[in-house]
């Protein structure tokens, strides 16, 4: 089990990287990842977790992702974006949204979601992110039943739009390290 929630954050996108666009894994192809990996045993670790909940399904000597597993990988992996607005044309994205507080499991899944696609927070329930939402956004949105709630927006002047080009490049700059 991980020792704390940075270091599941970080199994999660390490076994994300792995499972995210395979069919199956064999098991010498599994040993191979693992030995290349510095925390391998919590790695196995979390690999049975998965197994357990329904995430990957094991069949024989090999792993393969379920449907609900690829949907998992999915938020860890940030989508290639050729649609990107940059900043430098003076286009910020937001969201905002209003999700009851009987969805909060909705509502900080999406956060993350929104933060793993390079959003930050602008106000509590309000995100800016330097492009357009991401399919995978808009799929999450649509399957939780969160559209009545959620509200995009393509804003061209933002006030201290100063300070927000900052956090962006604080926040890239830790995505990074």
Same mark, same amino acid.
């Given at each position: 089990?991980? #020792?704390?929630?940075?270091? +599941?954050?970080? /199994?999660?996108?390490?076994?994300?990287?792995?499972?995210?666009?395979?069919?199956? @894994?064999?098991? /010498?192809?599994?040993? #191979?990842?693992?030995?290349?990996?510095? #925390?391998?045993?919590? &790695?196995?670790?979390?690999?049975?977790?998965?197994? +357990?909940?329904?995430? &990957?399904?094991?069949?024989?000597?090999?792993?393969?992702?379920?449907?609900?597993?690829?949907? &998992?990988?999915?938020?860890?992996?940030?989508?290639?974006?050729?649609?990107?607005?940059?900043? *430098?044309?003076?286009?910020?994205?937001?969201?905002?949204? %209003?999700?009851?507080? #009987?969805?909060?499991?909705?509502?900080?899944?999406?956060?993350? &979601?929104?933060?793993?696609? =390079?959003? $930050?927070?602008?106000?509590?329930? @309000?995100? +800016? =992110?330097?492009?357009?939402?991401?399919? %995978?956004?808009?799929?999450? $949105?649509?399957?939780?039943?969160? +559209?009545?709630?959620?509200?995009?927006?393509?804003?061209?002047?933002?006030? =201290? =739009?100063? *300070?927000?080009?900052?956090?962006?490049?604080?926040?890239?700059?830790?995505?990074?390290?």
């Amino acid at each position: 089990m991980a #020792k704390t929630a940075r270091d +599941a954050y970080r /199994d999660a996108r390490v076994l994300a990287e792995f499972f995210h666009d395979v069919v199956t @894994v064999g098991a /010498d192809e599994l040993e #191979k990842f693992l030995e290349r990996q510095e #925390k391998r045993r919590y &790695l196995r670790k979390s690999i049975q977790r998965l197994v +357990a909940r329904g995430f &990957l399904r094991k069949e024989g000597a090999t792993l393969a992702p379920t449907a609900r597993g690829h949907a &998992l990988f999915r938020r860890y992996i940030p989508p290639p974006s050729p649609n990107m607005t940059p900043i *430098s044309q003076g286009k910020w994205h937001f969201i905002s949204f %209003d999700i009851p507080v #009987k969805r909060t499991t909705a509502r900080v899944a999406l956060t993350r &979601l929104l933060r793993a696609r =390079g959003f $930050i927070p602008f106000q509590r329930s @309000v995100w +800016a =992110g330097p492009h357009q939402l991401a399919a %995978d956004v808009w799929e999450f $949105i649509v399957d939780h039943d969160l +559209a009545a709630f959620c509200a995009p927006m393509i804003v061209e002047i933002v006030e =201290g =739009g100063d *300070s927000l080009k900052r956090r962006f490049a604080r926040a890239r700059a830790h995505r990074n390290h």
